[in-house]
T-cell receptor, first 113, second 115 residues
Framework: GEDVEQSLFLSVREGDSSVINCTYTDSSSTYLYWYKQEPGAGLQLLTYIFSNMDMKQDQRLTVLLNKKDKHLSLRIADTQTGDSAIYFCAERKPAGNNRKLIWGLGTSLAVNP | KAGVTQTPRYLIKTRGQQVTLSCSPISGHRSVSWYQQTPGQGLQFLFEYFSETQRNKGNFPGRFSGRQFSNSRSEMNVSTLELGDSALYLC??????????????FGQGTRLTVV
């Protein structure tokens, strides 16, 4: 099917690392994304990884891609209360008429002081 | 520069009515795509436009339609509204179709409630 799966909730303490996991569906997907949604603020592209990469680091964010298992993770180091939001994993289908983003349902991250 | 602007922000309609939502992309962006977000189904792709042409379409019934104008502004229309059409409708813009691979700027969405 077309389901991108994520756990729905994650709770961490401020200063700890958060790891949000995602399983996607299509091994031929070209790009994989992490988006952040804060209440009333729309969706913000946090980071993306191209399918031929294993890892991408961007400041406090680390993305790991296991293409064999179709598993994507987002690690947020030194999590802050401002990181509380819903995080969406998405995969980009290959080019062509079916080129589109398939989204997970989102992981709600709660950061406790 | 201004971000993606969606109007209206909130809308309440009754079943059977039709509705038109508007999206103004970032200046210079020519690609616009639309998504429906509901708690149960998450984000679902509706359509994608570039240079006034629909380039890609999701699995939605024909009641959902859209268009893009020469200034890249886009509208989506839903006819014969059903209760299940209640959702947050999000629009995203990018400078081109391929640019959407690595950049996408979303508007704040239009919250449609069908009663």
């Amino acid at each position: 099917g077309e389901d991108v799966e994520q756990s729905l909730f994650l709770s961490v303490r401020e200063g700890d690392s958060s790891v949000i996991n995602c399983t996607y569906t299509d091994s031929s997907s070209t790009y994989l994304y992490w988006y952040k949604q804060e209440p009333g603020a729309g969706l913000q592209l946090l980071t993306y990884i191209f399918s031929n990469m294993d890892m991408k680091q961007d400041q406090r964010l680390t993305v790991l891609l296991n293409k064999k298992d179709k598993h994507l993770s987002l690690r947020i180091a030194d999590t802050q209360t401002g990181d509380s939001a819903i995080y969406f994993c998405a995969e980009r289908k290959p080019a062509g008429n079916n080129r589109k983003l398939i989204w997970g349902l989102g992981t709600s991250l709660a950061v406790n002081p | 520069k201004a971000g993606v602007t969606q109007t209206p922000r909130y809308l309440i309609k009754t079943r059977g009515q039709q509705v038109t939502l508007s999206c103004s992309p970032i200046s210079g962006h020519r690609s616009v795509s639309w998504y429906q977000q509901t708690p149960g189904q998450g984000l679902q792709f509706l359509f994608e436009y570039f240079s006034e042409t629909q380039r890609n379409k999701g699995n939605f019934p024909g009641r959902f339609s859209g268009r893009q104008f020469s200034n890249s502004r886009s509208e989506m229309n839903v006819s014969t509204l059903e209760l299940g059409d209640s959702a947050l409708y999000l629009c995203a813009s990018s400078s081109s179709l391929t640019a959407f691979n690595t950049e996408a700027f979303f508007g704040q969405g239009t919250r449609l409630t069908v009663v």
